[in-house]
């Protein structure tokens, strides 16, 4: 069965930093695109990055950029977002998706082409 579980998220003061991690199971990450968006409270979703291990080719949206960076372990089958700086308006339920037929590239609306989305985790930025 293939399956993505996000975990990694939390509570963290405006400027802190928090990695999330997407596990995947039932298939192996490395040959294919892993995204990661997230849904603020009455917000659409939004495309955060994107990460072709294969490749090793990486996009970010521009409200991430500079702050945010994606990265894989291929022994661990598992994506990761590495988050700093963070600020209020990172708030947001967290997930990760695949795509299993399309290289990394721009992840602004860009949800249709992924599936097998993991459950989310909230990221939550205040003080």
């Known amino acids: 069965q293939l399956q993505l579980v996000e975990s990694g998220g939390g509570l963290v003061q405006p400027g802190g930093s928090l990695r999330l991690s997407c596990a995947a199971s039932g298939f192996t990450l490395a040959y294919y695109t892993i995204g990661w968006f997230r849904q603020a409270p009455g917000k659409e979703r939004e495309g955060v990055s994107c990460?072709?291990?294969?490749?090793?080719?990486?996009n970010y949206a521009v409200a991430v950029w500079g702050r945010f960076t994606i990265s894989g372990d291929n022994a661990k089958n598992t994506v990761y977002l590495q988050m700093n700086s963070l600020k209020p308006e990172d708030t947001a339920v967290y997930y990760c998706?695949?795509?299993?037929?399309?290289?990394?590239?721009?992840?602004?609306?860009?949800?249709?082409?992924?599936?097998?989305w993991g459950q989310g985790t909230q990221v939550t930025v205040s003080s």
């Open positions: 998706a695949v795509d299993f037929k399309g290289p990394c590239g721009p992840v602004e609306r860009a949800e249709w082409k992924y599936n097998n």
């Open positions: 990460i072709s291990l294969l490749g090793g080719s990486t």
